[in-house]
């Protein structure tokens, strides 16, 4: 029974039991931290928040992918070298703008809400994507490119059977990553008004409630760790697939 020694699986079935717990660990709190009044964050509840982060996380990873794999294609390619500079340009940018100035110039324009803070967290996890993409891409030998123009294949046959394959693993872990830091980032939401895991973690800085920081911050922690261990997991997959082939 493989599945029984499977770490992922514990690491799921914990984040699971830490979400139907939590609310019921008062007591726990209260001794941990006696001088105060409400030791566990109430006011929503951690699957909904859990929920929502996931939400948040998974659309603006989506789409970063979608942009950063879709770029990185785009300036490996004959009619597209020439802006590869100042595509990479623009993704560092975004990497380095910080996603809480972002939330403070996109909010007056945009209103509070998801929006925003969807917008912060697509421009910090482009560069992660786009640079696993062109890396990988790169990777690929030229001598296996020359076989499969001399089998015939067209630049998207090349791209589509050759190119990505063999490019994935490189940019798994580029999405990895990315993913990875937006699952930490996407906690800066909740101060534009979205409701995520990094809720409690607001509210317990601004009423100095180290109970509500503890708990928020354990869940983002450990959603992350398993969302790694997932990645990782694909990796495998995905490289003991292509020795097979």
């Known amino acids: 029974m493989k599945w029984v020694r499977d770490p992922l699986l514990w690491l799921v079935a914990l984040l699971a039991a830490l979400l139907w717990l939590m609310p019921h660990s008062g007591p726990l709190f209260a001794a941990l931290f006696p001088e105060l009044p409400r030791p566990v964050y109430q006011q929503e509840s951690f699957i909904s928040l859990m929920l929502a982060h996931c939400w948040l996380v998974g659309v603006s990873s989506f789409i970063a992918v979608v942009l950063g794999v879709g770029a990185g294609i785009a300036v490996t390619r004959p009619a597209g070298r020439e802006f590869r500079p100042l595509v990479e340009t623009i993704a560092a940018i975004g990497q380095t703008f910080p996603p809480v100035a972002v939330l403070a110039i996109a909010v007056p324009v945009i209103g509070f ?55 994935a693993p490189v940019i798994i872990a580029g999405i990895r990553t990315s993913v990875i830091v ?54 495998l997959f995905i490289s003991r697939h ?3 082939r």
Do not use: C, K, W
Request: glycine share 10%; charged share 10%; proline share 4%.
């Open 242 to 244: 292509r020795h097979e």
């Open 113 to 167: 809400g998801q929006q925003p803070a969807v917008i912060a967290l697509i421009l910090y996890g482009v560069l992660p994507v786009l640079q696993a993409t062109l890396a990988g891409l790169a990777a690929v030998p030229e001598a296996v490119l020359s076989v499969s123009q001399g089998m015939g294949m067209s630049r998207t046959q090349r791209l589509l059977r050759v190119e990505l394959p063999l490019a």
């Open 182 to 235: 937006n699952i930490g980032t996407a906690t800066i939401a909740s101060t534009v008004g979205v409701s995520t895991l990094g809720t409690p973690i607001i509210i317990g800085l601004s009423g100095f409630n180290t109970a509500y920081i503890l708990q928020g911050a354990l869940l983002v922690a450990l959603a992350a760790i398993v969302v790694d261990r997932a990645f990782e997991r694909l990796a």
